[in-house]
Antibody
Framework: EVQLQQSGPELRRPGSSVKLSCKASGYSITDYLMHWVKHRPEHGLEWIGW????????KYAQKFQSKATLTADTSSNTAYMQLSSLTSEDTATYFC?????????????WGQGVMVTVSS | DVQMTQSPSYLAASPGESVSISCKASKSISTYLAWYQEKPGKANKLLIYSGSTLQSGTPSRFSGSGSGTDFTLTIRSLEPEDFTVYYCQHYNEYPFTFGSGTKLEIK
């Protein structure tokens, strides 16, 4: 059974960074792209980007180009997203999601989401 | 960026009824359109992709239609478990964007 298990909630100070994890089980992460999505109730869902864990290739939405860094560790079958220079605008729930088939989209499996709170 | 306009934001219906949710793209996205179901405490579920193809495990009471800019998700004979939130998403070009969501409530 495919599962994406995300790390627990995070509380960070403005200006700091956070690294979120997404551990895959039931398949090898090198076989599929992994996407990340941001969710704020008042702003809806926003696509951040994807990583190909097989070779580390990444693609970012322009607005997250300098905010998010996607990486993957094939030995632990885990994808990561680091968010830097955190502000209150980064307070949100973040999801990892697997790309369907051998394509860039849509997303056939999602993590449960991780809440990141940025507050002084 | 392609803007996805989803409507209505809220929809009230009774079990057994049928409902439709609209998703309009600001430019043609061919059939690169997916529908997702969101439930509290559960991972988001892919229901439909390529505009009208049911993902494995999606009940047949769900259907999708449309191409270009206009798409519709229809749920026939609503079951109690269908009352939740639905999103559309395009994946035709970068950045992928989502509709604002439709909350389906029990009347």
């Amino acid at each position: 059974e495919v599962q994406l298990q995300q790390s627990g909630p995070e509380l960070r100070r403005p200006g700091s960074s956070v690294k979120l994890s997404c551990k895959a089980s039931g398949y090898s992460i090198t076989d599929y792209l992994m996407h990340w999505v941001k969710h704020r109730p008042e702003h809806g869902l926003e696509w951040i980007g994807w990583i190909d864990p097989e070779d580390g290739e990444t693609k970012y939405a322009q607005k997250f180009q300098s905010k998010a860094t996607l990486t993957a560790d094939t030995s632990s079958n885990t994808a990561y997203m680091q968010l830097s220079s955190l502000t209150s605008e980064d307070t949100a729930t973040y999801f990892c999601a697997r790309a369907f088939g051998h394509t860039t989209g849509p997303f056939d499996y999602w993590g449960q989401g991780v809440m990141v709170t940025v507050s002084s | 960026d392609v803007q996805m306009t989803q409507s209505p934001s809220y929809l009230a219906a009774s079990p057994g009824e049928s409902v439709s949710i609209s998703c309009k793209a600001s430019k043609s996205i061919s059939t690169y359109l997916a529908w997702y179901q969101e439930k509290p405490g559960k991972a988001n579920k892919l229901l439909i992709y390529s505009g009208s193809t049911l993902q494995s495990g999606t009940p047949s009471r769900f259907s999708g239609s449309g191409s270009g800019t206009d798409f519709t998700l229809t749920i026939r004979s609503l079951e109690p478990e269908d009352f939740t939130v639905y999103y559309c998403q395009h994946y035709n070009e970068y950045p992928f964007t989502f509709g604002s969501g439709t909350k389906l409530e029990i009347k």
